[in-house]
């Protein structure tokens, strides 16, 4: 049974830092992890993901240079660093799995199969 636990969300001020970790349990094979953000009224929209394998990461646009996403294996831990906040990435953050396979769009909610149960991250101005 796969299980994706998320933490380290709460309350920064802007230009503050944040970790969040989630933890993976259950898979046996390689997995591809994604980071998502949800606000109130608007879609889910994809922040980062990497790839299980080679550690390919990906980074939604306005995250670029600010985010930086990265696996412990031994832990079965992925961590999303989030320096530099802004209320705007204000949301709750979800980390989602997938069995890794072929080609995909890392940022779609679509392509993933398992996910956790979000964490509150708050950005004050």
């Known amino acids: 049974q796969v299980q994706l636990v998320e933490s380290g969300g709460g309350l920064v001020q802007s230009g503050g830092s944040l970790r969040l970790s989630c933890a993976v349990s259950?898979?046996?094979?390689?997995?591809?992890i994604g980071w998502f953000r949800q606000v109130p009224g608007k879609v889910r929209e994809g922040i980062s993901c990497i790839r299980g394998g080679g550690g390919r990461t990906s980074y939604e646009d306005s995250v670029k240079g600010r985010f930086t996403i990265s696996r412990d294996t031994a832990k079965n831990t992925v961590y999303l660093q989030m320096n530099s906040l802004k209320p705007e990435d204000t949301g709750v953050y979800y980390c989602a799995a997938r069995k890794t396979g072929l080609v995909f769009d890392p940022l779609s909610e679509y392509e993933y199969d398992y996910w956790g149960q979000g964490t509150q991250v708050t950005v004050s101005e």
């Open positions: 259950g898979f046996t094979l390689n997995y591809d």
